[in-house]
């Protein structure tokens, strides 16, 4: 699991009250930091220091304290592959447009 990280306290805020998770108190942290990862619609999370992140580094981080169902967590703790794949519609290539936009049908031929 590749897990990610938030510092922001208005965003983990945003995930402890939509998960109605209550067991997490952030006034117990001097700097919390949020470290989550998805995995088959559900997120796994756990609230760090700053501090011991930054010195045994992201990569080190191998469980989570908590998991909730994706569909209680905030949009932006969504998978990055869903949001990669949206933006590939956007992406039309210029050629591709020219070509739709210079095709012609022709007319029937009346019988």
């Known amino acids: 699991m590749d897990f990610r990280k938030e510092s922001d306290p208005k965003k983990i805020r945003e995930l402890l009250d939509l998960s109605e998770n209550h067991k997490v108190e952030l006034r117990h942290y001097k700097n919390p930091v949020l470290v989550w990862a998805v995995s088959d619609g559900t997120a796994y999370y756990a609230i760090w220091e700053s501090e011991l992140l930054e010195r045994f580094g992201l990569a080190s981080v191998d469980g989570w ?19 990669e794949d949206d933006d590939d519609d956007e992406d039309i290539d210029e050629e591709d447009l020219n070509l739709i936009c210079n095709l012609k049908l022709k007319p029937d031929k009346e019988k």
Do not use: I, N, T, Y
Request: glycine share 6%; with cysteine.
């Open 65 to 83: 304290d908590f998991e909730e169902d994706l569909l209680f967590c905030p949009d932006w703790m969504g998978d990055q592959e869903e949001e």
